[in-house]
């Protein structure tokens, strides 16, 4: 009987490959980090607004290398959870995003389910093969215009 790894193939498609593990890989945080009800891309806004806070969308955009658009998007529930907030005066068209106390001790109470998904993918992967796929992935990033 053939594993799962065995029955699937890999595509000659370098962008179809890369697409599908990261969809993989979203899955297995998202996993874990479902008793905080919140996704991988939610976890890593409120920790990167928390790192450069108070930020501004275009800001925090950038650090994340996400489209503001997209982020604007993925901002939205995290607002409405009371986890993120505009501290900007009322009326300027910048807005100066900031974490509540809610969204600190979210960022704690995920925490540890994002690091049981780093130590089990690195458990499956090996160390050795991490690194290489971490190293692999940056170079790709850079390739792009």
């Known amino acids: 009987m053939k594993t799962e790894e065995q029955n699937k193939k890999s595509s000659v498609c370098n962008c ?3 697409r599908r593990a990261s969809l993989a890989i979203t899955e297995i945080y998202d996993h874990y980090l479902a008793p905080c009800h ?4 939610q976890f ?3 920790k990167h607004t928390r790192a450069m806070e ?6 925090l955009a950038a650090e994340i ?3 503001r658009t997209t982020l604007v998007r993925n901002l939205k529930p995290l607002e409405q959870q009371g986890l993120i907030h505009d501290i900007a005066p009322s009326g300027t068209r910048n807005r100066q ?6 969204g600190r001790e979210k960022i ?5 389910y994002w690091q049981q998904a780093q130590e089990q993918i690195e458990a499956q ?3 050795e093969n991490t690194e290489t796929l971490q190293a692999l992935l940056l170079k790709i990033e850079v390739l792009a215009p």
């Open 108 to 112: 704690e109470q995920a925490h540890v």
């Open 125 to 127: 992967l090996g160390q």
């Open 97 to 102: 995003l900031c974490l509540t106390v809610e």
């Open 38 to 41: 919140l996704s991988v891309s």
């Open 16 to 18: 179809l490959n890369l």
């Open 54 to 59: 108070p930020v501004s969308v275009s800001e």
């Open 44 to 46: 890593s806004i409120l």
């Open 65 to 67: 290398r996400l489209d």
